[in-house]
């Protein structure tokens, strides 16, 4: 009988919105008349910017003719698109990226677990706690971990905390790990990094030979102009950094897929004997053997994101979800609740009252006030007893939920 | 420093089409007034469906307004399509495949080298020679074979001869294997398999506890009524594989991305501990924590496939390339060559004349008659003194090309 992959044996039973989704369906069968609110996971609910639908429209258009169809693109992404991705995203902001170290894709998800297939067995990871799970879960199910403890720590891995003590930023680990896994502005406490306190984690990773996974899916949230949107705003990160993107959150895109993920050229890493070996080849030799690119219909919809119009538009989205976030903070402070996030991020992290436990705390929100957000637990252990609320919903639904949040 | 997957480092120098690209590309830089004729990569370049753009342009319209927005999607596609599926490409044809067996994803590359994931690393895996190379590469990357010899065959796969002996289907290996990747119509040989060959190959798994991966991608381009278009057409194939399908060839979608892949209930692997495990749970999981789910845009146009226009307008298209594929023929064997397939798969597999090696007779083609085709070679040692010709182009090309090679 054909072997199976025993390693997703070692996964804990669901990944967390899963589990999420199935207490809400129950929840909901139990009370039909109930009008819940979802402020659980982190999914957009504006619609997609007119900008992006015309280019779509357009882009369906050449589909039909002969002359305009396009049948596979380049695996990297058309260059029209990673070159305005270059120069907006990064060299704009005076980062030197350029349009051939930008890999388009289809999602940070796939891209932020796919990039173990070009790493090693052997690296020391690190991950913060709390962390986005698919961090962890894919390097469960790469055979990179031992089995979970009772509160879901897996072997082999190095946590790092992320607490109110340290800002929700970390500390710089006292062991050497091989590779760090850094997400800012925060999923799912909505903190953000200062250009100092990724310097220190820049200096780290090159001290210690180690490579930092840069997940960037919510840099557009960011209000501050003195907080870096790129890894690459760091000196130094070019020799030690990979670095995801995303136009799933600010132009809405959840739905409709692209992304892109950042390998510089002259990143290395070491092969079992030794041979250093460019990570950038490798990432390309993967991307064109297991992946054919993006629909060209999507990619003209990201490239519309540039455009002045589109531009406009999502930045008028991120400021619409943004001030659902302000709402949240102050209903929430107002309430007698310890707020954290929200103010460079879609999410805010909330400490639950009266030390109930995360998914205590989900229950009560859930029956009591029939809004849904995600327990702090479900994001790792040093998440118990806190809280996360996205500010991915209208303002009527939000104003609605932070309402019966106050009347509790 | 991070260490690498040390296992790309067996990959030989390129991938196939990016060395046929490299060689087109100087031979256009130094003969820029050569009319190349491409029928090298198995790329289509007629007009996507109208019923397609329709759907597609419709969704478009919902994602702009809040009602109609769609965020992310289910991990395995939508229901509405996979029942679509189901019902007209098992159900119609008797095989009993469930909606919940089907995973939509943005491609068959994708699928048929990621499914690696949830296997274990101890299989024994057999391929055919010729072969696709992505079954090969993805196998290496994972570190599931040995180095490569002089001929291109790697340590620890058992290759499986496809030739004119055999009729390009393969002999039922002799020693025991627990992996067999089967494509039918084949890429790259254009042969087809009979209910009873394919009987055999299941028997054989059956008998062994092996697993087969099926690759169906061109089964919409089979003629004859006889002929099976599913691994599910045959009685026990349900315990024995997986199968995966394509909008790519039959509806033009290779530049839209959309694919399914087939995983039945209680088809079962086995851990290294000795314990049975549901292959479907583990696809099902890695999806969800790998995978975002396809374009709702896109995977509305892949539902408009099966209305009544759609299904028409890819009749049409099928019709149009398998016409083709007969000039190729015709021309072909008026012109003193020995050609294969072409008569239920867009490809033409065709013995080079005068015992020319594969790139010999690239390059005489390329550089004689403007013509690009793909050395079977490429495909695998038994591929030398082959070669692919594609029908996917327009008809005026075709004739052109065909009248330059008799012309020589």
């Known amino acids: ?70 049948g596979y693109g380049p695996e990297q992404g058309y260059l029209w698109l990673r070159e305005k991705i270059a120069a907006s995203d990064f060299q704009a902001r005076g980062c030197q990226v350029s349009a051939e170290e930008i890999f388009v894709s289809d999602g940070s998800k796939c891209d932020s677990s796919n990039i173990l297939d070009i790493l090693g067995e052997g690296n020391r990871i690190a991950v913060t706690d709390p962390v986005y799970p698919v961090y962890v879960d894919s390097n469960v199910m790469a055979g990179r971990t031992g089995d979970a403890d009772d509160a879901g720590r897996y072997g082999g891995l190095t946590y790092l905390p992320i607490t109110a003590a340290n800002g929700f930023t970390a500390e710089i680990p006292t062991e050497k790990v091989d590779l760090i896994y850094l997400c800012f502005p925060n999923n799912p406490t909505g903190a953000v990094a200062t250009k100092a306190q990724l310097q220190a984690w820049v200096d780290y990773a090159r001290a210690n030979d180690a490579l930092i996974l840069f997940d960037a899916a919510y840099e557009a949230f960011i209000q501050d102009p003195e907080l870096p949107h790129s890894i690459y705003e760091i000196e130094g990160a070019r020799e030690c950094a990979i ?135 479900g994001f790792g252990a040093a998440g118990e007893g806190y809280f996360r609320l996205s500010a991915f919903n209208s303002r009527e639904n939000v104003q609605e939920a932070m309402g019966r949040i106050r009347a509790l």
């Open 1 to 70: 009988m054909a072997q199976v992959n025993g390693n997703y044996l070692k996964l804990k039973a669901g990944y967390l919105f899963p589990e999420i989704a199935r207490r809400v369906k129950a929840f909901s069968e139990a009370n039909p008349e109930a009008q819940i609110i979802r402020l659980g996971i982190g999914d957009v609910t504006e619609p997609l910017p007119e900008a992006c639908r015309t280019a779509m429209k357009g882009a369906i258009d050449e589909m039909g003719t002969r002359e305009g169809f396009h």
């Open 243 to 377: 670095e995801f993107r995303s136009f799933s959150k600010n132009a809405g895109f959840t739905g409709t897929r692209c992304a892109l993920t950042v390998v510089p050229r002259g990143l290395m890493g070491t092969a079992a004997n030794g041979e250093r070996v460019e990570l950038w080849a490798l990432w390309n030799r993967r991307q064109c053997t297991k992946f054919n690119g993006v629909s060209y219909i999507v990619q003209r919809g990201a490239e519309a994101v540039y455009s002045v119009e589109g531009q406009a538009q999502v930045q008028a989205l991120v400021a619409f979800y943004m001030q659902n976030a302000a709402i949240i903070r102050r209903e929430l402070t107002a309430a007698g609740i310890q707020v954290y996030g929200g103010e460079q991020a879609p999410y805010v992290w909330l400490k639950t009252p009266e030390n109930m436990d995360s998914w205590g705390f989900f229950d009560h929100l859930l029956g009591k006030a029939h809004v849904v957000g995600t327990p702090g637990s």
